[in-house]
T-cell receptor, first 114, second 109 residues
Framework: NAGVTQTPKFRVLKTGQSMTLLCAQD?????MYWYRQDPGMGLRLIHY???????AKGEVPDGYNVSRLKKQNFLLGLESAAPSQTSVYFC?????????????FGPGTRLTVL | GQNIDQPTEMTATEGAIVQINCTYQ??????LFWYQQHAGEAPTFLSY??LDGLEEKGRFSSFLSRSKGYSYLLLKELQMKDSASYLC??????????WGAGTKLIIKP
């Protein structure tokens, strides 16, 4: 099992460009999450999905869109990148939202917006 | 608002014991998690507490007091590989994880 994978690992964008980050998991997990991690701050939830075909907003959704067309994939889109979106993006998945089910994280995507 | 507080950085000596504290104020409580994150890598699960008391797992132990909104992670027999950031996260009433900023632990020989 590969667990949770993310592509790309690194990316540099210019302001206004668009891109899509791909997250894939092979654990048959229902729940998937996109977080961003910035220095001195905790992980912040961008969007999440509770199953195929569903998406919901997290704490910091502005400037991002997501889609979950297949259970194993969760895509994060930036339509018009801004320097404030420079961050490390982590995808995570879990079998269920409740308590003891831990979240498994992908290796991260390091995005720089110039 | 929801808030998780933990020290920014701690230093300890190889072979020693270190305690990393976490205090929280959240809307509801469905458990507290500790994750380890090495530099440039993804967070990995260490422990979970939902009831008061101590949970021991090898060299690592985690304690919870729900009435005080307080937890700590205890690391014994420190090894150089324990140099990492330790993230405290609380699952709130909506089953969302609220994350602290992390404690960077530096181990010196």
């Amino acid at each position: 099992n590969a667990g949770v994978t993310q592509t790309p690992k690194f990316r540099v964008l210019k302001t206004g460009q668009s891109m899509t980050l791909l997250c894939a998991q092979d654990m048959n997990h229902e729940y998937m999450y996109w977080y961003r991690q910035d220095p001195g701050m905790g992980l912040r939830l961008i969007h999440y999905s509770v199953g195929e075909g569903t998406t919901a907003k997290g704490e910091v959704p502005d400037g991002y869109n997501v889609s979950r067309l297949k259970k194993q994939n969760f895509l994060l889109g930036l339509e018009s990148a801004a320097p404030s979106q420079t961050s490390v993006y982590f995808c995570a998945s879990t079998s269920a939202a409740q308590s003891t089910d831990t979240q498994y994280f992908g290796p991260g995507t390091r995005l720089t917006v110039l | 608002g929801q808030n998780i507080d933990q020290p920014t950085e701690m230093t300890a000596t190889e072979g020693a014991i270190v305690q990393i504290n976490c205090t929280y104020q959240t809307s509801g409580f469905n458990g507290l998690f500790w994750y380890q994150q090495h530099a440039g890598e993804a967070p990995t699960f260490l422990s979970y507490n939902v009831l008061d008391g101590l949970e021991e797992k090898g060299r690592f132990s985690s304690f919870l007091s729900r009435s005080k909104g307080y937890s700590y992670l205890l690391l014994k027999e420190l090894q150089m590989k324990d140099s990492a950031s330790y993230l405290c996260a609380v699952m709130d009433s909506n089953y969302q994880l609220i994350w602290g900023a992390g404690t960077k632990l530096i181990i010196k020989p």
